[in-house]
């Protein structure tokens, strides 16, 4: 850590730029007021949650529904009820990538352009706006992965205690969607393997961290199932437990017919077909929703990690090649995870490392002529996230043909 981040801990700018992002996540929030593509499916489970009647949805773990149903209890059956946790665990996206870009550069510029890509990223605003699970998931991991940096660059009396915190929020990434997985096996795997040259703090304990980290995640992962001991019919009981994950898992790895917006993995960077969530006339006009990426975060990132990768090779930058390995983690698992048919919203957590390759790449190397280059392209995403905004947002269109404007090519449509 540099004597910048020692001498001072951002934590105004960490809570401003949440502030900020909330503000435009809560902006027509509840448009349109009818249940949007997944919605249909994680909103009705959450309903039913709330009735304790019987298992429903059994595809994923419970806590993401248990989230959804929380918003329901507070503002209804509603659009706003839907929707509000989603905008907080989406400004908590923007936070945490804010936190690891100041744990692991030290540095306020870059950890806020981080930040800034991120909240400029049409996934995450997207995303931010529906109520689905990876939204929910990816708060989890994003802020349990700035927890076990924060736990590696501590002290020791702070070391098992931030190791906590980390193992309990991965723990609750699984228990929202299993894609957490193996964000959870390189947690524990940093614990067991990093070097003490990066972090001392583990010298004589990675054993009882590694415990400590694996035991609580565990333990959080389960508890998200506690609802289910209270279903009316099919209730849980501990001997069912682990039998239920291996139902799981054949939920999730069935066969499933095709779908208008499946897409194959390979096409997820390019950002070659991304999703409708919506287009139809709804609220007294003709309103879309589309998940689609940035294209400057989305192709720049690219080019991005590929130049962490080449700092870390050449300059020995550990910290600018561990957010590219962020961006491999992340990506990589889609290869072989048995899902018969993809979608553009499986790289939900890819697109927000690739936020923070591009702050990385442009702080290490942007020297001299080069050294507002992150300034420039923060305008150029700025620009792009206003023209597409109404796209993005559900905003009223002209007319039934209104997309074509955005449509910059075929496969987008």
Partial sequence: MSPESRAARPWTTAIGIGLAAQILFLVNLTRPHKLVFDETHYVSAARYLLTLAGPLNIEHPLLGKEIIALGILLFGDNSLGWRFFSTIAA????????????????????????????????????????????????????????????????DAPQL????????????????????????????????????????????????????????????????????AFFYASDAMTISKLLPFQAAMYAQQTQPLPPHTYQSSWWSWPLDLRPIWYLYEPVDGAQRGILLIGNPAIMWGGLIAVVACLYAWWRDRAAAVGAIAGLWIVAYLPWLIIPKKIGFFYYYYLPSIFLCLALAAAFDHFGKRRLRHADAWFAGLAGLLFVYFYPILSAAPLAGPMSFLNWMWFFSWR
Avoid: H
């Fill in 160 to 227: 098992l205690r931030r190791i906590a915190l980390s193992a309990l929020l991965f723990g609750l990434a699984v228990g929202t969607k299993w894609s957490a997985v193996p964000f959870v096996g390189c947690a524990g795997l940093a614990i067991l393997l990093a070097d003490e040259k990066v972090a001392p703090v583990l010298s004589g304990r990675r054993l009882p961290a590694a415990a400590l980290f694996g035991g609580l995640s565990l333990f959080a992962y389960f508890l998200t199932f506690l609802p």
């Fill in 91 to 154: 400004s908590a996206v923007v936070m945490g990538v804010f936190a690891i870009g100041w744990l692991l550069l030290g540095r306020r510029r870059p950890a806020l352009f981080a930040a800034l890509f991120t909240l400029l990223n049409f996934t995450v605003f997207v995303q931010a706006r529906i109520g689905m699970l990876d939204g929910f998931m990816a708060a989890f991991v994003i802020t349990g992965i700035a927890a076990m940096i924060w736990a590696l660059q501590g």
